[in-house]
């Protein structure tokens, strides 16, 4: 086979082809599959003969190529020429995509700490039994140890159950003051129902300093609130039980849907839970080698899509995610 006139004759062809099926003519003359060089490539036993016809094959593409991308450019310019073509016409939209509505929620509320001088720790989902129980002075029976609240990936590993490893982790790794807030996903073992998941987003705020009295907390509470919720807001608290804060409360925010006169959304209380607060428990500071005769802090956290649900009205948590473009292209 004269292999040079094969390529002579196939870059004249596809130099000359008049539109795409000319092009597409040559193609197979030249590269279809019965044609001289392909067969050949599928006979080579040889490696010089093999690198020969490969280049061959390469350079002949490259014509292909140069030849489909000459013939569209001669088409539009007929096509414009002819005036066939209204490049005046409006274009088709294209759908734009945008956030989802629960990472919306996640960074407004990641903005407001920053402007309150936080910093966003980012924490692994994966935790030792240490950080997601013990260093929080969970006891060893606590229920929420157990197989059947907790996933476990080994004896040892546990995928988090909450965002407050990263409160140990940050202050392992740092001496205080400490400012920052901890978003992120955990894991439970419940049945998914309206206001229930095995996986949901929390976000936890940790304030370690000298001095730091518990009206710093009502303050940090009640100017988040109002920077999420609106400024009317008022915010109370409740007293509660966490292992790893003492004193323990919950605190509410006036319903920003009835402004406290009561409604559904408040469920006719004028207050809607937001979440658990509290001091820092000394043992805690302990176990991260704090002195806790110098250093106090707080910490509060909540659900990410529990606050979004409340202000965009959203009846069943099961809509975050079954990614209905009607439910999502709303925010
Ligand atoms: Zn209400």
New binding site residues.
């Given amino acids: 086979m004269d292999w040079d006139a094969y390529e002579r004759d196939a870059l004249r062809d596809f130099d000359t082809a008049r539109d795409a099926s000319g092009v597409s003519e040559v193609h197979v003359r030249y590269l279809g599959r019965r044609a001289a060089l392909p067969l050949a490539l599928r006979e080579v036993r040889d490696r010089e003969t093999g690198q020969l016809l490969n280049s061959l094959r390469e350079r002949l593409e490259q014509g292909e190529h140069a030849a489909s991308a000459r013939v569209a450019r001669e088409h539009v310019a007929q096509q414009i020429g002819s005036g066939g073509l209204d490049v005046t016409l409006p274009g088709t939209p294209f759908p734009r995509g945008r956030l989802h509505l629960v990472t919306q929620v996640r960074r407004e509320i990641e903005d407001i700490f920053l402007g309150m001088g936080y910093e966003v720790w980012d924490g692994d989902e994966v935790s030792d039994v240490y950080h997601n129980f013990d260093a929080l002075t969970t006891e060893p029976g606590h229920p929420s140890r157990s197989q059947s609240d907790t996933f476990y990936l080994d004896g040892d590993t546990v995928l988090r159950t909450h965002t407050s490893p990263d409160q140990i982790r940050a202050m392992e790794s740092r001496e205080p003051p400490i400012y920052i807030v901890c978003p992120g996903r955990c894991y439970r073992r419940d049945t998914p129902d309206a206001t229930h998941s095995p996986t949901f987003l929390q976000i936890e705020c940790l304030a370690v300093d000298r001095g730091i009295t518990l009206a710093d907390l009502q303050g940090t509470v009640l100017a988040f609130s109002r920077a999420l919720f609106g400024p009317e807001r008022e915010v109370r608290m409740r007293t509660s039980f966490f292992p790893f804060t003492e004193p323990s409360v919950e605190f509410d925010v006036t319903?920003f849907?009835?402004g406290g006169?009561?409604?559904t959304?408040?469920k006719h209380s004028?207050w809607i839970e937001m979440g658990g607060a509290g001091w820092v428990d000394p043992d805690v500071f302990r176990n991260v080698g704090y002195d806790p005769d110098v250093w106090a802090g707080f910490a509060f956290g909540f659900g990410i899509e529990r606050i979004a649900m409340l202000r965009h009205g959203i009846p069943d948590l099961r809509m975050f995610w079954e990614n209905d473009l009607r439910v999502l292209g709303q925010f």
Avoid: A, Y
Wanted: net charge negative.
């Fill in positions: 319903c849907l009835c006169e009561g409604c959304v408040c004028g």
